[in-house]
């Protein structure tokens, strides 16, 4: 976004309203390009993009409980039982007992779910992996950086904690 030394030089600390616009709109072009790719495969099966969302986070915490899932997606509970089912009844997920709480629910890919989220995320890398090529590694570190501070400070603690294992 900003250029580095020279006349062009711009402070991030004083854009425009305008570069502010222009940054908006590249989000959501952006967006709308890393989700192509997995939109056409989940056309195939008649999914939408809660269910690229459950399968991705399913497969990054297996064993995750569907209250988890409902804090890391930020969905009703009424909206996520809807996407599981799909999932379950269609053999991509499988929902086991809690070993500590028989109460819980732990989410995890079947042999065929684990096949659709590689798939689709394997997608999303290739773009990513060709946008960040392009771009070079400053990019792509300032990048991460301006994502992780458009987070909510929860969801930057969550991003935080299971970037690093915790």
Known sequence: MAETGGQGS???????????????????FAYRGFTADPDRILDHYDYGRAHHRALHFINRFPGT??????????VTKQSLNRVL?????????ESRVGLRDKRERNL????????LEQELSDAQRRRMR???RK??????AGFRQVLEAMMDPEMQRHFSEKDHGA
């Open 10 to 28: 711009e402070s991030l600390l004083f854009l425009t309203d305008e570069q502010l616009r222009k940054g908006i709109e590249a989000m959501f």
């Open 130 to 132: 060709a946008a960040y």
């Open 108 to 115: 995890h890919l079947t042999a065929k779910g684990a096949v």
């Open 65 to 74: 409980t569907v209250n988890n899932l409902l804090a890391i997606l930020g």
């Open 85 to 93: 089912r799909t999932l379950v009844e269609d053999g991509l997920v």
């Open 135 to 140: 771009a070079g590694p400053e990019a792509v």
